[in-house]
Structure formats: structure tokens, C-alpha cells
């Protein structure tokens, strides 16, 4: 995973070469778990635990997300940053939804 860290942001972005948006890093993430992800395979629990999605607000609607790590950990992209790892507490107040992967 440490090769995801720093690649550039893209718009609806899907790969290492042209960068990766939010959900992009989510498929990424899972894909190299092989884990294939689809909006039927998600269950909202109430708890972070690793390797969960975590749906951020931005400006009070749900339009970000990333994946919990574990330990505090939260894996995602920006336009500013690319694809880092940041606390999770620094997102901690903007949390709308976590999901668990069912595979």
C-alpha cells in the first residue's frame, strides 16, 4: 500500500497512472485485497473498525470518503494532498456513515 501514498488526485480518477478521487482510492484499496466492491455489498455499522469505508460531510452533505486503517489511521486522497494518511480524529466530527465490506 505504501506505493498509493502520495499519487496524484484525480477527478473520478482509477489508477496509479492518472491518480485516483475518493472512491477511486476505496476500489483501489479493496481491489488489492481482492475484494471486488458494489453498492450491495456494504453494511452501515456504528463503530470505525479496520478496513471500513468511512463517509465524510463536506460542507454538511456527504460527499467524501476514505478507508479506516486501524489505530487512529485514515487512508484517502485530496486535490491538495493526493493519497495520504492522516488521524482520523482530524475527521472525527464530519463522519455521516461507516460501512463495512461484506465479502
Known amino acids: 500500500m505504501k506505493d498509493l501514498i502520495g499519487v496524484k488526485y484525480s477527478s473520478h480518477g482509477r489508477s496509479l497512472e492518472e491518480g485516483f478521487d475518493c472512491f477511486g482510492i476505496v476500489i483501489e484499496y479493496f481491489k488489492r485485497k481482492e475484494i471486488s466492491i458494489n453498492s450491495s455489498n456494504f453494511e452501515k455499522?456504528?463503530?470505525?473498525?479496520?478496513d471500513c469505508i468511512v463517509e465524510i460531510s463536506v460542507y454538511g452533505e456527504p460527499k467524501h470518503c476514505g478507508i479506516y486503517l486501524g489505530e487512529g489511521q485514515f487512508l484517502h486522497t485530496t486535490p491538495e494532498t493526493g493519497v495520504c494518511i492522516v488521524p482520523m480524529r482530524l475527521y472525527k466530527n464530519r463522519i455521516k456513515g461507516i460501512y463495512r465490506v461484506i465479502y
Open 45 to 50: 455499522i456504528d463503530k470505525l473498525e479496520k
